[in-house]
């Protein structure tokens, strides 16, 4: 018996989220007494997942292309032979299309936006965020084999050095009915997804040739660049960068929205963020009912006099 988790990766480089749930996964092993498998599809080294936790890595190297149903499979195909009770994943695009196969698959009951280790092993219980993190539900799983999807950026990293093992395992899938015409991925860019800062911008900013500050401002803060719906419809900045619930979800730890209102389904898409600011010129914009801080100004003297203050300070903590 274990705890399985499934750890993504992009080109073999494990995501910051497998490293969650990794750290995610010993907790609740802890718990049960019992030790971590990961189960990992064509990483070149699994090396860094026993620092979180993982005691032993199956390894899938031929299942080469992401296919929900045959990533399921295989899952599957693991989960049965380490006779795991818990499966967890991430809340990633992803995992969320794979998670409703793979709960099909093993028969099991699947618990989403997960925001904590289980308040009770029997009956297994465990805290979930709902109606757009406004509220919260305590859920029972009471099927033999429980599948959970831990929030993003709930948890966090938590380091926990193990002897870890790692072996191959070949899965026994089918022919993919998955196409891929083409892949939109920034490159040279903290990835939304991993980011803990996120430097977001509206309307507001006028145009496309005005993003070099918030370019600038992400930099120094090493932070992920991101956009409401508008900009990105009206191709000011590519779609990758669209923010909300329509868009890409934010849970990071800093939001930075510089010049957007605060439609209500945006602020439903970065809602888990844990802080979050707002830097807009109409006082009345619904974003600041929504923002733990706000800058009533004009972004185009505000975001320049904060990059120069973040420069200074970094200077002096150097």
């Known amino acids: 018996m274990s705890v399985l988790v499934y750890t993504e990766s992009d080109n073999g480089q494990f995501k910051k989220a497998a490293l969650e749930v990794a750290s995610y996964a010993n907790a609740i092993a ?10 990992t599809f064509n990483a070149s080294d699994a090396s860094v997942l026993g620092k979180y936790g993982v005691n032993k890595v ?41 998670a409703p196969f793979l709960a099909i698959e ?23 965020a709902s109606f757009t993190n406004k509220a919260f539900n305590n859920t029972e799983l009471n099927s033999e084999v429980k599948i959970i999807a831990l929030s993003s950026n709930s948890f966090g990293l938590v380091e926990n050095e193990t002897s870890m093992t790692s072996e191959e395992f070949s899965a026994n899938v ?22 803990d800062i996120v430097v977001s911008a509206g309307r507001g900013l006028k145009g496309p040739e005005n993003w070099g500050m918030i370019e600038e401002l992400a930099d120094v803060l ?16 590519p779609h990758s960068e669209h923010v909300g619930q329509t868009g890409k979800p934010v849970a990071s730890n800093l939001y930075i929205a510089i010049g957007i209102s605060g439609a209500i389904q945006h602020l439903a898409g970065v809602s888990a963020s844990k802080v979050k600011v707002v830097v807009n010129t109409d006082s009345e914009a619904p974003f600041f009912k929504a923002a733990d801080y706000g800058v009533v100004g004009d972004a185009f003297e505000v975001v320049p006099a904060l990059i120069e203050k973040l420069k200074a300070f970094k200077a002096q903590n150097a």
Not at 30 to 39: E, F, K, L, R, W
Not at 111 to 127: E, G, H, R
Request: glycine share 2%; aromatic share 6%.
């Open 174 to 195: 089918g022919e993919s009915n998955v196409t891929v015409q083409s892949v939109d991925k920034a490159t040279d860019k903290v990835s939304i997804a991993d980011a």
């Open 58 to 98: 199956l390894n899938i190297s031929n299942v080469s292309q992401y296919d929900a149903k045959n990533y399921a499979e295989a899952i599957k195909q693991v989960c049965e032979k380490e006779s795991a009770q818990v499966v967890i994943l991430s809340s990633s695009s992803d995992s969320k299309y794979l």
């Open 222 to 237: 090493g932070a992920a660049t991101a956009c409401s719906k508008p900009v990105s419809d009206l191709h000011w900045r």
């Open 106 to 128: 093993l028969d099991a009951a699947y618990a989403s936006n997960v925001l904590d280790i289980p308040s009770s092993i029997s009956p297994f219980t465990v805290k979930r």
């Open 30 to 39: 802890s718990q049960m007494n019992t030790t971590v498998t990961a189960v």
